[in-house]
């Protein structure tokens, strides 16, 4: 069953913490993605992979961090340094293609609260 | 600068048509791509616009003009689960930025019975 799973659905974290959110595919897909969004507003780039041991920042990208370790894996790291951490956050990934214009799949995401 | 407008809410009556526009003026384009996005789910691909004209798939069909910087999402026969949020996004053809997307904000449609 292909996919992308990102965990877990639901996160809550005190202010001040670092928290770490999954996203895992086994589409063998080589670029991979992860977007926040909040309340009326469209999704926004943090960080991007197209290729393993290789990402560059988005639009965001200021308090959170990467890594991309394996093609499978590319996890996410809010660090307390992110203003106003709360928001859905979404991982997607897409095949490499004439002029990386393939289509983004997306996971489910993960709803994380700062309190 | 990078701009995609959509409109920010719309109604319609199940079994009507709806037009969901969304204009754009970004640095490089490569295509647009249409998701639909329900309520605290993740967004899923509708279709991707890269040559001028229309694109049908089944009852939904998106259309671009890029000397216009226009595209619309059409859909036909509406049912109540197609109640979501409709992104558009820009495929960006420049630099380091090559494949990434730029998100409208997107359109909440309502499907009323």
């Known amino acids: 069953d292909g996919g992308i799973t990102q965990s877990p659905k639901y996160l809550f974290r005190k202010e001040g913490q670092n928290v770490t959110l999954s996203c895992e595919q086994n589409l063998n897909h080589d670029a991979m993605y992860w977007y926040r969004q909040d309340p009326g507003q469209g999704l926004r780039l943090i960080y991007y992979?197209?290729?393993?041991?290789?990402?560059q920042k988005g639009d965001i990208a200021e308090g959170y961090s990467v890594s991309r370790e394996k093609k499978e894996s590319f996890p996410l790291t809010v660090t307390s340094a992110q203003k106003n951490p709360t928001a859905f956050y979404l991982c997607?990934?897409?095949?490499?293609?004439?002029?990386?214009?393939?289509?983004?799949?997306f996971g489910p995401g993960t709803r994380l609260t700062v309190l | 600068g990078q701009n995609i407008d959509q409109p920010t809410e719309m109604t319609a009556t199940e079994g009507a048509i709806v037009q969901i526009n969304c204009t754009y003026q970004?640095?490089?384009?490569?295509?647009l791509f249409w998701y639909q996005q329900h309520a605290g789910e993740a967004p899923t691909f509708l279709s991707y616009?890269?040559?001028?004209g229309l694109e049908e798939k089944g009852r939904f069909s998106s259309f671009l003009s890029r000397s216009k910087g226009y595209s619309y999402l059409l859909l036909k026969e509406l049912q109540m689960k197609d109640s979501a949020s409709y992104l558009c996004?820009?495929?960006?053809?420049?630099?380091?930025?090559?494949?990434?997307?730029?998100f409208g904000k997107g359109t909440k449609l309502s499907v009323k019975p």
């Open positions: 996004a820009v495929s960006l053809n420049y630099g380091g930025s090559q494949g990434n997307l730029i």
């Open positions: 616009n890269v040559l001028d």
């Open positions: 997607a990934s897409s095949p490499p293609g004439a002029g990386f214009t393939d289509t983004q799949y």
């Open positions: 992979s197209q290729i393993v041991n290789d990402f």
């Open positions: 970004t640095s490089g384009f490569n295509g």
